[in-house]
């Protein structure tokens, strides 16, 4: 618990100096995707592997799924992932990850992932986010389940995955 107390400590402070960068080298303010290839990969934000908590495995059970309990983690490579697929959201998502591995509001499987992934969504209703964090089904040889990405969705889409049974409330 400690150690998930430093990470999310560190993680808040360097929240400002990420966001601060990628406003102003990628233009965030504007809507366009900004480029990020390798040419450019020195200027991204540094990433630290996080331990985002433990898998909510009696929240999964109730969808279905019986998997051992376990630590998840964020590795370098997803973060990167998830910053250069959604670089206009991704500072939005980093101070709610923790709450939502911990305390998802919403849990399932996407049909396109049955087999080797599962969704943790949380809703922050103070700033109108949803938050899902996509999770590998299958943990490492050391026992963690790995973030495959992180990224906010939409309300419609949280009800249509809703009345199609791919997610349940966990509240």
């Keep these: 618990m400690i150690e998930t107390l430093a990470v999310v400590r560190g993680l808040?402070?360097?929240?400002?100096?990420?966001?601060?960068?990628?406003?102003?080298?990628?233009?965030?303010?504007?809507?366009?995707?900004?480029?990020?290839?390798?040419?450019?990969?020195?200027?991204?934000?540094?990433f630290k592997p996080l331990i985002l908590g433990e898998l909510p495995v009696q929240h999964l059970r109730r969808f279905g799924l019986n998997l051992q309990p376990g630590p998840v983690g964020f590795s370098i490579p997803a973060q990167k992932h998830a910053f250069k697929s959604h670089p206009d959201s991704f500072m939005s998502c980093l101070p709610f990850l923790t709450q939502t591995v911990a305390r998802p509001s919403h849990v399932g499987q996407s049909p396109k992932h049955m087999n080797d992934g599962l969704e943790l969504i949380r809703e922050v209703r103070q700033l109108d986010l949803i938050l899902l964090v996509a999770v590998l089904i299958r943990p490492t040889r050391q026992g963690v389940y790995m973030v495959k990405s992180?990224?906010?969705?939409?309300?419609?889409?949280?009800?249509?995955?809703?009345?199609?049974?791919?997610?349940?409330?966990?509240?």
């Design 150 to 171: 992180t990224y906010p969705i939409d309300r419609n889409k949280l009800e249509n995955r809703l009345r199609k049974g791919h997610l349940i409330e966990t509240q």
């Design 12 to 46: 808040f402070n360097g929240l400002a100096a990420l966001e601060s960068i990628a406003q102003s080298r990628y233009n965030l303010s504007d809507k366009r995707r900004p480029k990020l290839s390798e040419k450019n990969k020195e200027e991204w934000p540094r």
